[in-house]
């Protein structure tokens, strides 16, 4: 069965960077967009970013534009979400879904909180 | 970008009623293809967000049969025939049309009565 883990969340200053992996499985990595959505506490979804098969092509929401950076390693099955230069409003757990354009995203992981605070 | 507006925000319900929730975009969700990419995702506590009906109507593979999406254009419900205890949390719609970026509304909390 399809399964997504995020990892790599934590306490961060801001200003400072973190790097979230996602580990996907069950489903063939290398065909199919991956996005990541996230949700400060208490608030509701925000898109953040996504990215094509091949991870030539990329798409970042307004907020995160020239600080985060999406890959992927398809010959691990691994998505990665570098954030640098981060701020209190980036505190949220972020979700690592497949697919997420169009239709919306039916497998999500289970999420993985950041939270920036000095 | 495309806002979408849910009404309620708040939605008590009593067991066994019908539930009603509104969406509507701040511009068509008609895609150029012919398609609507209206979806709704269903969040409980504590976990990650389901979807539960996609392309304005399409109902997800396990999703009961009492929950269906209608609507066209800028204005779309999601409808619960009869709210059942596991149907508390926040309800999202969700718009794919215009991406990027994707957008969603801002949840509907049910609780029940």
């Known amino acids: 069965q399809v399964q997504l883990v995020e990892s790599g969340g934590g306490l961060v200053k801001p200003g400072g960077f973190l790097r979230l992996s996602c580990s996907a499985s069950?489903?063939?990595?290398?065909?199919?967009?991956l996005s990541w959505i996230r949700q400060a506490p208490g608030k509701g979804l925000e898109w953040v970013s996504y990215?094509?098969?091949?991870?030539?092509?990329?798409y970042y929401a307004e907020s995160v534009k020239g600080r985060f950076t999406i890959s992927r390693d398809n010959a691990k099955n691994s998505l990665f979400l570098q954030m640098n230069s981060l701020r209190a409003e980036d505190t949220a757990v972020y979700y690592c879904t497949r697919g997420g354009a169009l239709s919306g995203s039916y497998y999500w992981g289970q999420g993985t909180l950041v939270t920036v605070s000095s | 970008d495309v806002v979408m507006t849910q009404s309620p925000l708040s939605l008590p319900v009593t067991l066994g009623q019908p539930a009603s929730i509104s969406c509507r975009s701040s511009q068509s969700l008609v895609h150029s293809d012919g398609d609507t990419y209206l979806n709704w995702f269903h969040q409980r506590p504590g976990q990650s967000p389901r979807r539960l009906i996609y392309n304005v109507s399409k109902r997800d593979s396990g999703v009961p049969d009492r929950f269906s999406g209608s609507g066209s254009g800028t204005d779309f419900t999601l409808k619960i025939s009869r709210v059942e205890a596991e149907d508390v949390g926040i309800y999202y719609c969700?718009?794919?049309?215009?991406?990027?970026?994707?957008?969603f509304g801002q949840g509907t909390r049910l609780e029940i009565k």
């Open positions: 069950g489903f063939s990595f290398s065909d199919y967009y």
């Open positions: 969700m718009q794919g049309t215009h991406w990027p970026p994707i957008t």
């Open positions: 990215i094509s098969p091949s991870g030539g092509t990329t």
